[in-house]
């Protein structure tokens, strides 16, 4: 089986508080989508990569000049949308229903290429699949409409998700078709179907680009060096 990666780059970034879709947003000189891409490029056992732009996205190609692999303008409502109008561009490229597809989000842009390797590694000989993702090391609380504490949340066994995500074509699409829009994540969808996803540990760093602050952190970050 071959590997591709997809990355869903058809949100509009609202939490952001940017004015644009945040994958556009400019980080350490560069557009964010373009940090994510370099990355996915440079590990070699990705035989493409797959870009899912919404229908309405006319940024794309100054913020990548000379983009060569694979986009669609498939992208829809929702994340699990996006990533499934993806996974039929895929197999209309000729993606076959065995390969293997790692969802990445375009807005975990400090991505290294050692972590998706990684990930390959654990996966590879799984049966099922796998996601990055970081023990939680705070403790967690649930709150309430008023900002105040409705509960503490035990966090021994509690895992922060991120992405890649990597699961054969033919499971993720059935898992996505089956849970719809309500997945936040492939890894949710998949174990909707009973089976259980590999936890490959990563860094904090690989985390999603979201608030106003977290751009700033994420271009200091992307400094020659600092990761
Ligand atoms: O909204 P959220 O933070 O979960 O988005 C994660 C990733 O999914 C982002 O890269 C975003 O661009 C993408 N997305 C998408 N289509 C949507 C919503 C989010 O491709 N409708």
Redesign the pocket.
């Known amino acids: 089986p071959r590997l591709f990666a997809l990355v ?4 509009v970034g609202e939490r952001s508080g940017a004015g644009m879709p945040k ?1 556009y947003v400019d980080i350490a000189g560069r557009p964010m989508l373009a940090h994510t891409l370099a990355a996915l490029a440079a590990v070699p056992r990705l035989a493409q990569t797959l870009v ?1 732009l919404s229908p309405q996205d006319d940024r794309f190609e100054a913020a990548v000049p000379g983009y060569a692999g694979w986009l669609a303008r498939v ?5 699990a ?2 990533v499934l109008g993806g996974l039929a561009e895929l197999r209309r490229r000729g993606v076959g229903e065995g390969d293997w597809v790692l969802v990445h ?3 975990r842009c400090l991505l290294r290429p050692e972590w998706v390797d990684a990930l390959i590694d654990a996966c590879l000989p799984d049966a099922v699949g796998g996601l990055l993702a970081q023990p939680v090391a705070d403790t967690l609380k649930a709150g309430d409409a008023q900002g105040r504490v409705a509960a503490t949340i035990d966090r021994r066994d509690k895992w922060a998700a991120q992405t890649p995500q990597m699961f054969r074509l033919g499971l993720v699409e059935r898992a996505l078709t089956a849970m719809g829009a309500a997945a ?1 994540d492939e890894a949710s969808a998949v174990e909707a179907l009973g089976l259980a996803p590999q936890l490959v540990r990563a860094s904090m760093a690989n985390f ?1 680009v ?1 608030w106003p602050e977290d751009f700033a952190l994420a271009g200091r970050l992307l400094q020659p060096g600092c990761l």
Do not use: F, L, N, Y
């Not at 869903?8 to 949100?11: D, K, L, S, V, Y």
């Not at 992208?75 to 994340?79: E, W």
């Open positions: 869903p780059a058809a949100g994958q899912v992208g829809g409502a929702s994340r949308e996006s989000d375009a807005a936040t999603k979201t």
